[in-house]
């Protein structure tokens, strides 16, 4: 038995064209998704630009320097042994406190047996948080020093999707108001030390 299928005809064409000089690199961009090279404009602050085959965000507006970057992650570094170092939460619970920080909730987890989730908290909530102010620190000085910093950027791309800082404060929150009804919760210099680190 045959099947009948219609004859499609192409309504474009494509006409590749060789280039025969050399393209000036500073004119023209390339999408980090699909490859595709293009002339981009100048943008301004509020503007972003998007590849023009596959929509991906090429540039930002709101782009900030490597020095401001720098700072940021100099700050987050100072702030990180108080926010998983010192108590989140001050619990009263049956006339006993409890200190609650981010290493001891990862601890606890792999006592009780949950070894992989301690392992993918302590990852998104301190090790990723560390390669990523590490990797900020090494844009820095390789771009002072002349180094490659190209697998330094891939690597950004890919870990910013797993620091996951706000998530574990949003945990924090939903806990707080579930034990708020039976026992009484002050916040500690850890949780404000967190906050400032997200």
């Not at 702030?79 to 006339?95: S, V």
């Not at 006592?111 to 090494?138: E, R």
């Amino acid at each position: 038995m045959a099947l009948n299928t219609p004859q499609i005809t192409p309504t474009k064409k494509i006409t590749v064209r060789a280039i025969g000089e050399e393209l000036p690199r500073g004119d023209y961009q390339r999408c980090p998704q699909c490859d595709m090279l293009f002339s981009l404009p100048e943008i301004n602050s509020h503007q972003s630009a998007y590849c023009p085959r596959c929509q991906a965000k090429i540039r930002d507006g709101r782009d900030w320097s490597l020095t401001r970057l720098a700072a940021m992650a100099f700050t987050m570094l100072l702030l990180m042994p108080f926010a998983w170092g010192e108590p989140l939460l001050h619990i009263w619970l049956l006339g006993i406190r409890i200190d609650a920080n981010v290493m001891q909730g990862i601890w606890q987890m792999t006592k009780q047996g949950d070894t992989i989730t301690g392992a993918m908290v302590f990852f998104c909530v301190i090790g990723a948080p560390l390669i990523l102010v590490s990797s900020i620190a090494y844009l820095w000085f390789g771009n002072r020093l002349g180094m490659n910093l190209r697998p330094v950027l891939l690597m950004l791309e890919r870990l910013k999707e797993w620091v996951m800082l706000d998530i574990y404060l949003v945990g924090i929150g939903v806990a707080s108001i579930k034990v708020q009804d039976y026992a009484h919760i002050q916040a500690g210099v850890g949780l404000f030390s967190f906050v400032a680190l997200v």
